[in-house]
T-cell receptor, first 114, second 114 residues
Framework: KQEVTQIPAALSVPEGENLVLNCSFT??????LQWFRQDPGKGLTSLLL?????REQTSGRLNASLDKSSGRSTLYIAASQPGDSATYLC?????????????FGKGTHLIIQP | ETGVTQSPTHLIKTRGQQVTLRCSSQ?????VSWYQQALGQGPQFIFQ???????GRGNFPPRFSGLQFPNYSSELNVNALELDDSALYLC?????????????FGPGTRLTVT
């Protein structure tokens, strides 16, 4: 059974810092990995999707990498801003047409201090 | 382009009652998935519909059931509500072969069971 772990569970940093969020998964047979942002009590906003054949994706100040063989992904946020404060979730989907849906980690709760 | 919408936003029910939650897919999407998110946890996959048929199911009992309509909108029905069913219910849509494409989430329905 696929398990996704996110470290750290919570992070508080001053504005302007670069930071890295970590995600690990136990089964490397994934089709893709997706990073999401969730504001309190709200739905999920997709940030980046990495196909299993890709190594990284970039969008603005965000960069996500994927090392499928080691079961790891990182989300790098450059020049953090208070508006980046949210919970960040990573999720994977199994390859081979398995009917499992997305498997999520519990998220990293990020606070950017002004 | 209209995003994923869900109704109602909030709902309060009594244990033992039945509830129906609704989701409208993003324009052009033909796959809908439902997730349950308990407080402080990552979302858990309930089931997925592709072209009006259930295509996959997570570890949820049969009292969780669903429908997808020809216009690709969807319903989640929960019978015999239990206190543990209190959660944020999220709907996600995507296009094409299930699991191949990026999933887009709605704002969620907050269900409270008393």
């Amino acid at each position: 059974k696929q398990e996704v772990t996110q470290i750290p569970a919570a992070l508080s940093v001053p504005e302007g810092e670069n930071l890295v969020l970590n995600c690990s998964f136990t089964d490397s047979a994934i089709y893709n990995l997706q990073w999401f942002r969730q504001d309190p009590g709200k739905g999920l906003t997709s940030l980046l999707l990495i196909q299993s054949s890709q190594r990284e994706q970039t969008s603005g100040r965000l960069n996500a990498s994927l090392d499928k063989s080691s079961g790891r992904s990182t989300l790098y946020i450059a020049a953090s801003q208070p508006g980046d404060s949210a919970t960040y979730l990573c999720a994977v989907i199994r390859s081979g047409g398995g009917a499992d849906g997305l498997t999520f980690g519990k998220g990293t709760h990020l606070i950017i201090q002004p | 382009e209209t995003g994923v919408t869900q109704s109602p936003t909030h709902l309060i029910k009594t244990r033992g009652q039945q509830v129906t939650l609704r989701c409208s897919s993003q324009s052009g999407h033909n796959t809908v998935s439902w997730y349950q998110q308990a407080l402080g946890q990552g979302p858990q996959f309930i089931f997925q519909y592709y072209r009006e048929e259930e295509n996959g199911r997570g570890n949820f009992p049969p009292r969780f059931s669903g429908l997808q309509f020809p216009n690709y909108s969807s319903e989640l029905n929960v019978n015999a509500l239990e206190l543990d069913d209190s959660a944020l219910y999220l709907c996600a849509s995507s296009f094409g072969i299930p699991y191949s494409y990026e999933q887009y989430f709605g704002p969620g329905t907050r269900l409270t069971v008393t």
